[in-house]
């Protein structure tokens, strides 16, 4: 039996992360990262619109990068869902991890926010966790002294650029897998370890 997420196919891809070059290509804008490889991908460019900027992935589907910082991320999700017309499970939403090593990527039906801002504030305006989500993994910071805050907020090194590419690219594949065939073969096929160097999935 199919489940509701598969009948009712996604039709909003939300990256998230926080606006403006201050923080461009930081750990915390993992989502804007995949959303920006998807549209170069299909050849389409992000516009302002009121809720953030948003680009015309395939007939039907777009992608929308909140221009809210990532604790309102909610603010641009539910009024963007409500101008098309969708309902939660026809969202799919791609945030970085901190409990996913860098490389790894997760996909999800579903489940609670943990300790991300931005899925949290989706959860609270929209009053459900029943939304799709890939994550992208960052790990945390090896030494404790590194506060979260500044591991979130800092950009990637040159030694985990490679890694990076990588998972976004999974993550981008992810995405597609989800579009069309459904969240469930999404899981199955990118729910892995990563290849090993030199390999592709």
Avoid: C
């Avoid at 990068?65 to 909610?74: A, D, E, I, V, Y």
């Avoid at 009024?79 to 860098?102: G, H, K, T």
């Avoid at 096929?189 to 160097?197: D, E, G, L, V």
């Amino acid at each position: 039996m199919m489940n509701g997420l598969q009948t009712s196919p996604i039709r909003l891809v939300v990256g998230l992360g926080n606006p403006g070059p201050d923080y461009a290509k930081t750990r915390h804008n993992a989502g804007f990262m995949v959303l920006d490889g998807m549209a170069e991908e299909a050849g389409s460019r992000f516009k302002s619109h009121r809720f953030g900027l948003v680009s015309s992935y395939r007939p039907g589907i777009f992608l929308l990068k909140p221009l809210t910082f990532m604790n309102l991320s909610g603010d641009a999700v539910l009024p963007m869902m409500n101008f098309l017309r969708l309902d939660a499970r026809q969202i799919l939403v791609v945030s970085d991890d901190l409990d996913l090593e860098l490389g790894r990527i997760r996909v999800r039906p579903s489940g609670s926010p943990g300790g991300h801002n931005g899925l949290k504030s989706i959860s609270a305006r929209l009053g459900t966790d029943a939304f799709a989500r890939v994550r992208v993994g960052i790990g945390r910071p090896k030494d404790p002294r590194h506060r979260v805050i500044d591991w979130v907020l800092g950009r990637f090194t040159e030694d985990e650029l490679p890694i990076l590419e990588e998972a976004l690219r999974r993550a981008r594949g992810a995405v597609d897998t989800a579009l069309k065939e459904g969240v469930g073969a999404s899981m199955n096929r990118w729910n892995q370890n990563p290849p090993a160097a030199g390999q592709r999935t």
